[in-house]
């Protein structure tokens, strides 16, 4: 897997871009990949994150939206305001986690 250099940090990533090693994360990076596809971060996106990533913990998986939605309580609708267009994938990225499955 390719490395690159993030907050001044290396990280491995993936041929698309997702970090591969959950413990190279921080909310520095996660800051530095929202910026990358245009989205600042609130606090409402921070508990999606957050969720996310104790959810990964637990689960070995990423969660996809509809999980996300009933464990997390985070209504679908919301999760496309938050991260627009493909909100899974997007929030997975800046998480720091797998891509979904069935994400494309």
């Not at 939206?65 to 309580?73: D, I, K, L």
Request: with cysteine.
């Amino acid at each position: 897997m390719p490395t690159i250099e993030i907050a001044g940090k290396q990280v491995s990533v993936n041929d698309e871009g997702f970090l591969t090693v959950y413990d190279e994360w921080s909310e520095e990076i996660a800051k530095i990949l929202a910026a990358q596809i245009e989205i600042e971060l609130t606090p409402r996106h921070w508990e999606v994150i957050h969720f996310l990533r104790e959810d990964y913990k637990k689960e070995g998986e990423s969660s996809t939206s509809r999980h996300t939605q009933t464990a997390g309580g985070f209504p679908i609708k919301e999760q496309f305001a938050l991260f627009p267009k493909k909100p899974a994938k997007k929030m997975t990225y800046i998480a720091g986690l797998p891509k979904p499955k069935g994400c494309v």
